[in-house]
């Protein structure tokens, strides 16, 4: 068997579409090179390069037509749980009444705004619509993980903004409205939010988040990521970086200065949001300190 001719510099690098290598004049013979990955139909890409899905659907899509639902949430770069990330399927919708796309690995949709904006160079769902259509999806944690984060430090959107996403009736809705009425703006990681909704939901009082908390005299002596501050009572979630050296020693001597000003720290770690008790009891122990 003959080696394959090499592609022109425009196609060598990329997925490309069979349209668009006919206008470098390459014929339907060197489409079917062995060299060449055909994802979707009507799409090659070179075996030496990666090329996502999303990437050889995005050559195919219709003016018409976006990525929506976890596929968006995905380019915008927002937490997707586990299950509708291995193996998930792209999410495409067309706007209007014009056909659907019909291709394997696709789930299609059909929507009537045009909510439409680029990034990263592809047409997706805004953000605010992307969480909305993720309601048909996830359960009400996961929704609230998302909110939580669009309207958090990513800046993506106001809770203004997903309010306006509500549809007035429809397939996801009253979890939407439910999950929305728990998103907060403070929450900076999807484990503080897990963890804050297990707090509430154990029947503790709302806790502020990421507070700044000073001494008498003014002095800054950190932030906290969720806390009473009435009670001085904190509870600090411990991720996998607070065990690196530097980490845990800088904690230690925030923690000193809290102790110092009367503050109860409680802290919590993944392991507490898959075991809630002994984190509930600690909390409680602080609460009745104040009592």
Do not use: K
């Amino acid at each position: 068997m003959t080696t394959p001719r090499a592609l022109p510099n425009g196609l060598a690098e990329r997925a490309f579409t069979v349209a668009q290598a006919r206008r470098y004049g390459e014929g339907t013979s060197r489409m079917r090179r062995a060299d060449l990955r055909r994802p979707v139909h009507g799409v090659r890409v070179p075996r030496d390069r990666d090329a996502s899905l999303v990437d050889c659907i995005a050559l195919v899509l219709r003016p018409d037509q976006r990525f929506s639902h976890t596929t968006a949430v995905s380019v915008w770069g927002a937490p997707v749980p586990r299950e509708h990330r291995e193996g998930s399927r792209v999410h495409v919708a067309t706007i209007g009444g014009a056909s659907l796309m019909r291709r394997p690995g696709v789930t299609a949709h059909r929507v009537a705004d045009d909510e439409t904006v680029e990034q990263d160079g592809l047409p997706v769902s805004t953000p605010a619509r992307a969480w909305a259509e993720c309601a048909t999806l996830f359960d009400f944690r996961a929704l609230v993980v998302l909110g939580d984060h669009l309207v958090g430090r990513a800046g993506l959107a106001r809770i203004e903004d997903l309010a306006r996403a509500l549809r007035p009736r429809g397939h996801g809705v009253v979890l939407a409205r439910a999950a929305l009425e728990a998103v907060r703006p403070g929450s900076e990681s999807p484990m503080e939010t897990l963890i804050r909704l297990d707090v509430v939901d154990a029947g503790f009082p709302e806790p502020e988040l990421n507070h700044e908390v000073f001494d008498e005299r003014g002095t800054f002596l950190g932030r906290v990521d969720m806390c009473w501050p009435q009670l001085r009572i904190a509870l600090e979630y411990d991720g996998d970086h607070h065990r690196e050296r530097d980490v845990f020693r800088h904690d230690q001597r925030r923690g000193n200065g809290f102790a110092v000003n009367g503050w109860i720290v409680v802290h919590a770690t993944a392991a507490d949001a898959a075991r809630p008790a002994v984190l509930f009891e600690r909390l409680r122990q602080a609460f009745a300190a104040r009592s």
